[in-house]
């Protein structure tokens, strides 16, 4: 059909610098999926990282990617594409996609299709591997002079990481994620020390699903919902329990969620962190449309891997620069 579109789906395969460490394991590669949309003249691009927590594999994504080729071909686009996937990676891919290919189609950037101010460089988190105190405080010294660090916790001695972290690092700023690892009474026990240590926001303490005493507490370190929270049907239940919000593009399915989920999460009163999952500047170049004006950024993907895409997204320092239109968008 005149408008149809061809589809094209590859899984890369991208080194880690070193070793990268959660409470859920480590890796030395990530596997993502990249999409490709095509009309025969221009080309649009994203990409995912399927994530099992939430019960995705690369097989499966890749599955679902093409099991819309059909609908593609048969004048699918971005609007109809939210209703045909849910939120998810393998949505996330392909909405990307269109917005690239919109924005090559109208020979102008994303933020202007997207009614957006023009974007400005930001500050991203730089993410320390969960290790040893010792080399956790090896790594914070070795960057001491980014401004914002991150902190993988969720181990039986979370307190003696940060303290290695801040002796390694002493001025900067740090939030946490203790990745679902927490109980109620060891956020009590820790959350004042950790203030006075300079963290200044821990994700997700508690489970998805087993969140709801963090109403009743009073939450002195400021609590940030990750994976308790996916997309807009995730807020009203956020609310009174979490303080600040993580979006990421493969929670919520791609660009076009996450702009409204952010603007849904602003009028609900919560702060916004915007996030990612381990992947390349074509991961990362619409999250930075998103986490414009945000309280957190943390995209730092590309700065944990040993090699990234071509035309990739420059980083001075922390400061993640505006990608370029090569790259996408």
């Known amino acids: 059909m005149a408008n149809g579109l061809s589809l094209t789906v590859i899984e890369d ?4 610098a070193g070793t990268f460490t959660i409470s859920r394991g480590s890796r030395t590669e990530i596997r993502v ?17 399927p994530y099992a927590r939430y019960g995705e594999t ?27 996937l849910p939120p998810g990676a393998a949505r996330n891919a392909l909405d990307c996609a269109f917005w690239d290919l919109e924005a090559k189609r109208a020979g102008k950037p994303v933020w202007q299709l997207a009614g957006l101010t023009a974007p400005k460089p930001i500050e991203t988190a730089f993410t320390l591997s969960l290790g040893t105190p010792e080399s956790m405080r090896d790594a914070a010294a070795k960057n ?20 290695a972290v801040r002796a390694g690092a002493p001025h900067s700023r740090i939030i946490v994620d203790a990745n679902e690892g927490w109980t109620v009474e060891q956020y009590l026990a820790l959350a004042p020390t950790l203030v006075r240590l300079g963290v200044a926001l821990v994700e997700q303490p508690l489970p998805a699903g087993k969140d709801d005493a963090l109403r009743q507490i009073e939450r002195v370190l400021p609590v940030c919902a990750d994976e308790s929270c996916h997309d807009r049907a995730s807020l009203s239940h956020l609310k009174g329990k979490y303080d600040a919000i993580n979006i990421k593009l493969d929670k919520t399915g791609g660009l076009t969620e996450a702009l409204l989920m952010r603007d849904a999460a602003v009028a609900a009163g919560f702060d916004i962190m915007v996030g990612c999952m381990l992947g390349t500047s074509l991961a990362m170049a619409p999250a930075f449309f998103v986490a414009q004006g945000a309280a957190f950024a943390d995209l730092d993907g590309p700065l944990l891997l040993a090699a990234d895409r071509d035309a990739p997204i420059r980083y001075e320092g922390s400061m993640m620069q505006v990608p370029d239109p090569a790259l996408w968008g």
């Open 144 to 163: 001491a002079a980014r401004p914002l660090l991150k902190v993988k916790l969720g181990t039986d001695d979370d307190l003696g990481r940060i303290e």
């Open 33 to 49: 999926v990249a999409v490709t949309l095509s009309d025969g003249i221009h080309v649009g691009r994203g990409e995912c990282a």
């Open 58 to 84: 690369v097989d499966g994504v890749m599955e679902a990617i093409l099991g819309v080729a059909n609908d593609l071909r048969g004048g699918l686009d971005r609007h109809g594409l939210q209703d045909r």
């Open 13 to 16: 395969v991208f080194p880690v």
